[in-house]
């Protein structure tokens, strides 16, 4: 069943052109391709610490 509300709430919102959504867009992607390569190498670091202890003894 579709939800009506969502899109009559939409519907209200089309000025935003897309001129004014791309940077903000472009500038989001930027932000969460730096905070996901910045977490996989923080992951792939504490994943080497831990099997260092797990294995060490």
Do not use: C
């Not at 969460?32 to 060490?56: I, M």
């Amino acid at each position: 069943m579709p939800n009506y509300n969502w899109s009559d709430r939409n519907e209200g919102r089309k000025p935003l052109s897309l001129q004014a959504i791309n940077p903000m867009v472009t500038k989001f992607t930027g932000i969460v391709f730096k905070s996901t390569a910045h977490f996989k190498a923080t992951k792939d670091e504490l994943q080497g610490q831990l099997y260092e202890t797990t294995h060490n003894e």
